[in-house]
Nanobody, 127 residues
Framework: QVQLVESGGGLVQAGDSLRLACASS????????MGWFRQAPGQERAFVAA????????YYADSVKGRFTISRDNAKNTVYLQMNQVKSEDTAVYYC????????????????????WGQGTQVTVSS
């Protein structure tokens, strides 16, 4: 079993930076493709960023490209989402997700690709 716990959310102002972390416990996610998604009130959960288990490939939603960076530290079983130049439209609950036993360099961008989810962390951006 894989447990994912997000942290780092909070209230920030537009233009600020924030770093989210997703720590896994239980079985290692070092061979898992990882992703970040977000869900704003009244909206469906949307893809934000993904990283292969090797760390060599990343993929971003157009809305965050150039502002957000996904990274991972497999030794710490932790994935990060560095959020720069945040905007009010980035306000949402952010979830990390894991897909175990993924091919080394694959990334995934839909919710159905992932089998494990964290509980989410709230990010609120004030304008």
């Amino acid at each position: 079993q894989v447990q994912l716990v997000e942290s780092g959310g909070g209230l920030v102002q537009a233009g600020d930076s924030l770093r989210l972390a997703c720590a896994s416990s239980g079985r290692t996610v070092s061979s898992a493709a990882m992703g970040w998604f977000r869900q704003a009130p009244g909206q469906e959960r949307a893809f934000v960023a993904a990283i292969s288990w090797s760390g060599s490939n990343t993929y971003y939603a157009d809305s965050v490209k150039g502002r957000f960076t996904i990274s991972r530290d497999n030794a710490k079983n932790t994935v990060y989402l560095q959020m720069n130049q945040v905007k009010s439209e980035d306000t949402a609950v952010y979830y990390c997700a894991a897909r175990r036993f993924a091919p080394r360099d694959f990334v995934y961008s839909t919710t159905r690709d992932y089998g494990y989810w964290g509980q989410g962390t709230q990010v609120t951006v004030s304008s």
